[in-house]
């Protein structure tokens, strides 16, 4: 995504703007947040966007992408995950269905830990949604 497109974006749609795109970030990760947040900032500057309205969108934006890939964690059964990545998707992505059985085992271990600090991390921020979702962690610890 580049960078004219970005502040297009932010500058016709605003707040909205800012919530989809950080929502598009949650879901596919490939899309840097630290690029969509630092053209934000730069936008509070020099256009009618404040500070505190554009941290609230952002927020609203990765919420509702982490939520979605929270809910498409409990729709999907473990087997049909263990199928797409043992085809093609998980050969780009070079997971093996092993890989699921192993994240399965850590994340039933260090549930809390793992949905908190997978939060800070790039990808896995996006990523760490499904298996709460699969396991039935709780919602509302989920959105705190």
Same mark, same amino acid.
């Given at each position: 995504?580049? /960078? *004219?497109? &970005?502040?297009?974006?932010?500058?016709d749609y605003g707040y909205f703007?800012? @919530? +989809?795109?950080? %929502? =598009?970030?949650?879901?596919?990760?490939?899309?840097?947040?630290?690029?969509?947040?630092?053209?934000?900032?730069?936008?509070?500057? /020099? *256009?009618? &966007?404040?500070?505190?309205?554009?941290?609230?969108?952002?927020?609203?934006? @990765? +919420?509702?992408? %982490? =939520?979605?890939?929270?809910?498409?964690?409990?729709?999907?059964?473990?087997?049909?995950?263990?199928?797409?990545?043992?085809?093609?998707?998980?050969?780009?992505?070079?997971?093996?269905?092993?890989?699921?059985?192993?994240?399965? @085992?850590?994340?039933?271990?260090?549930?809390?830990?793992?949905?908190?600090?997978?939060?800070?991390v790039p990808v896995i921020r996006?990523?760490?949604?499904?298996?709460?979702?699969?396991?039935?962690?709780?919602?509302?610890?989920?959105?705190?």
């Open positions: 995504m580049n /960078s *004219s497109l &970005l502040t297009e974006i932010i500058n703007g800012i @919530a +989809l795109l950080l %929502a =598009l970030e949650n879901i596919f990760p490939p899309i840097p947040s630290e690029v969509i947040l630092g053209f934000t900032g730069f936008m509070t500057l /020099s *256009s009618k &966007l404040n500070i505190v309205g554009s941290i609230i969108a952002a927020t609203i934006g @990765a +919420l509702i992408g %982490a =939520l979605i890939l929270y809910f498409f964690g409990k729709i999907i059964s473990v087997e049909r995950l263990e199928r797409i990545l043992a085809g093609r998707i998980g050969k780009i992505l070079h997971f093996k269905p092993a890989d699921l059985e192993r994240a399965a @085992a850590f994340f039933k271990r260090h549930g809390n830990s793992a949905v908190f600090f997978g939060r800070f996006s990523l760490i949604s499904i298996p709460a979702g699969m396991s039935d962690y709780p919602l509302g610890r989920f959105v705190v």
